[in-house]
């Protein structure tokens, strides 16, 4: 990757080369359709996706595609996710293998009801 580090996606993801940019375009799409309201950013040097706070982030690493839905969102779908090395919060999609992107967008659709619901509850507190 490029030694400045990236203020956009756009820019995230052309630092890396022609097949890795294909993964991670992918990922970016499925996650906009997923979540059409959602903000682009980086943040933690990483593809970010905000709506009412994060709400996933993506990242490109040496053996993997790594997805970040918080632990939230890797506990709620923790039996679709048995076949790939994941943690709390983190899952590593391998390279060499076709992305798991409708899974991607179910993940990425809970993230977004959740978010929405937990800034509905903040803003009924105040």
């Given at each position: 990757m490029e030694q400045n580090k990236p203020t956009t996606i756009d820019q995230y993801i052309n630092g890396f080369p022609n097949e890795i940019q294909e993964l991670l375009e992918k990922m970016r799409i499925t996650?906009?359709?997923?979540?059409?309201?959602?903000?682009?950013?980086?943040?933690?040097?990483?593809?970010?996706?905000?709506?009412?706070?994060?709400l996933v982030h993506f990242a490109a690493f040496k053996n993997h595609i790594g997805f970040y839905p918080t632990s939230t969102g890797t506990e709620a779908f923790k039996k679709e996710l048995v076949d790939y090395k994941s943690s709390k919060g983190a899952v590593q999609f391998p390279l060499g293998k076709p992305l798991p992107?409708?899974?991607?967008?179910?993940?990425?659709?809970?993230?977004?009801?959740?978010?929405?619901?937990?800034?509905?509850i903040k803003a009924k507190k105040k």
């Open positions: 996650i906009k359709q997923a979540a059409p309201d959602a903000e682009e950013a980086i943040s933690y040097a990483m593809p970010t996706f905000k709506l009412k706070g994060n992107l409708e899974l991607v967008a179910e993940i990425v659709k809970f993230r977004v009801i959740e978010n929405l619901e937990r800034a509905e």
